[in-house]
């Protein structure tokens, strides 16, 4: 099927300020005028693979390039203003429909804590939530010893260190992370309502917020599905030629 972007006639955007580090985060309600084909698209391309070279917990499928191009040539100028990206240029990316089916038991240690995506402040992470229900959103955190809220690359091996020793000092976190914790204090949480996009950097330390109740349903039309897009930014090479 032929999977086309539009924009919902009542979309509707804010931008918020999470944390002490005040970091951009970006919410689109009424994202897509028609989920529902999301939703459909997604559930022809099932059973999705499991997620490979990634600490991602569960199963994902390839979003068109199309789609992406659209959600990309439409939200731009937003992108651009809100995250204070200038004139620079989309390099890279990738595009998933997202499932999380793996359970809490069989999770590794870095998918029970907060994690970043990348290091690089030009990398923007694009998450839709195609869910029913309310099953799990987004939280951001601080990490408590460093005051750390976003990692880079000046600041990740004092993180890294400091992480090793807060795990021997507290012992390992068991399940998902949803709420403060000994090691990390949560700064924001953002509900999974239908239909809504958040945007913010990937170093940002987040997590998808996993309660009890979660059937960790491998089915597209039941299950925790989102879309996930990350748009690479980086600065326009030099004109070199005289």
Do not use: C
């Amino acid at each position: 099927m032929t999977l086309a972007y539009r924009p919902h006639s009542h979309i509707t955007p804010r931008l918020d300020s999470v944390g002490a580090e005040r970091a951009p985060v970006l919410v689109i309600d009424n994202f897509a005028d028609d989920p529902q084909a999301l939703v459909d698209h997604a559930a022809s391309l099932a059973p999705f693979p499991a997620a490979e070279q990634t600490f991602y917990p569960g199963v994902r499928a390839p979003v068109p390039v199309g789609f992406v191009q659209a959600v990309h040539a439409y939200l731009d100028n937003a992108l651009r203003a809100a995250f204070s990206l200038a004139d620079d240029e989309v390099k890279s990316g990738g595009w998933e429909y997202s499932l999380v089916t793996t359970r809490p038991a069989d999770l590794s240690l870095r998918q029970r804590m907060p994690h970043i995506d990348s290091t690089h402040p030009g990398n923007l992470a694009l998450l839709l939530y195609l869910a029913p229900g309310d099953q799990g959103g987004t939280s951001f955190y601080r990490h408590r010893r460093t005051g750390f809220e976003a990692i880079t690359e000046e600041r990740f091996d004092r993180y890294e260190q400091t992480l090793k020793s807060d795990l021997a000092a507290f012992g390992e976190p068991q399940g998902y992370i949803n709420g403060d914790s000994e090691i990390f204090e949560r700064t924001a949480d953002y509900e999974a309502v239908f239909n809504r996009m958040l945007v913010y950097r990937s170093h940002n330390l987040h997590s998808a917020s996993i309660g009890e109740g979660l059937a960790f349903d491998p089915d597209p039309r039941a299950g925790r599905l989102t879309m996930n897009l990350f748009l690479h930014f980086r600065p326009r090479a030099q004109d070199r030629t005289r």
